[in-house]
């Protein structure tokens, strides 16, 4: 009779003492902080490879419509995007505090950019490491910090102040068109042949009208885009960087501003003699 009386106690004991545990638990994890966003990191991406995420992991991502370094996603977009800011944030190794900066959007809230581009979440990225918006309406992109080109997608406005489509001809028509990494314009010469620069001669007053896109390497491109496409020419001793067989150039009257789109009325509106170039560019061959 004793033993079962004891036995009874120490299951009751055993009961009292896993109801503390369970409670100290709840009020243990009840009491502990929210995670907090204090800045920004690389994180690997077994898709992408190395993206920019903030430091919870979760991804932020380029707009192709803020190529000119102002924030084209107003209103309802920002329901989908909701704007990644954060004052003086903590910079993760391999990445510049001098890349990021802060603009001042329309609708007077604080953005934080990286090399002029607003960054952004999506709300359909659930969890740390979700890329759900990467390529959503093909304007949208993951940020990187080895982008070769990027994309935009803005109206076209001619060194004469008019609007123009990306055929060259007059008009309005929001283009997609690629840029360099910081947003500057990339064109084409009409009278350029297959991977071949027929405009620069090596004189730097005259090749200063249209400078040759420069690059190392090629290293990420956005998603919409076929990497196989781009490939590079020497000329002059420079590395040209040449797409779907034309090699692109900036122009110099955009004064390395990016969004300005200048050249597409150069030298004489409806010329277009200098092209803005895309994904439905049509090759040059052999």
């Known amino acids: 009779m004793r033993t079962k009386k004891i036995l009874c106690l120490l299951t009751v004991l055993a009961a009292a003492l896993t109801f503390l ?4 638990k709840k009020t243990r994890k009840a009491d502990m902080p929210a995670p907090v966003v204090t800045g920004v990191q690389l994180a690997n991406n077994a898709k992408f490879g190395s993206i920019i995420t903030d430091n919870l992991g979760q991804s932020l991502y380029f707009f192709a419509d803020d190529a000119n370094g102002t924030s084209g996603c107003n209103g309802q977009c920002l329901t989908f995007w909701p704007i990644f800011y954060k004052d003086n944030p903590m910079i993760g190794a391999g990445l510049n ?7 001042t959007r329309s609708d007077g809230l604080k953005q934080t950019t990286f090399r002029g581009w607003p960054l952004y979440y999506f709300k359909n990225d659930k969890s740390a490491g979700d ?7 093909s304007t949208w992109f993951i ?7 990027m994309i935009g997608h803005m109206q076209l406005v001619g060194n004469d102040g008019l609007n123009y489509k990306s055929n060259g001809t007059p008009g309005t028509e929001i283009s997609k068109y690629i840029t360099d990494p910081e947003g500057r314009t990339l064109y084409m010469f009409t009278r350029d ?11 730097p007053t005259h090749d200063a009208n249209w400078p040759v896109d420069s690059v190392k390497a090629i290293n990420s491109i956005p998603s919409i885009l076929d990497k196989t496409q781009f490939d590079m020419i020497t000329v002059f001793g420079k590395s040209q960087l040449v797409y779907k067989g034309h090699p692109l150039y900036q122009f110099g009257k955009d004064a390395s501003t990016r969004g300005n789109t200048k050249g597409v009325s150069f030298p004489f509106p409806g010329l277009a003699l200098w092209k803005v170039v895309n994904n439905t560019t049509p090759p040059l061959t052999q």
């Open 21 to 24: 545990n369970v409670a100290c």
């Open 97 to 103: 505090a001098t890349d990021f900066g802060v603009i």
């Open 131 to 137: 890329t759900n918006g990467d390529a959503v309406d």
């Open 143 to 149: 940020g990187k910090t080895d982008y070769t080109v």
């Open 193 to 203: 042949t297959y991977k071949t620069n027929t405009f620069s001669t090596n004189d």
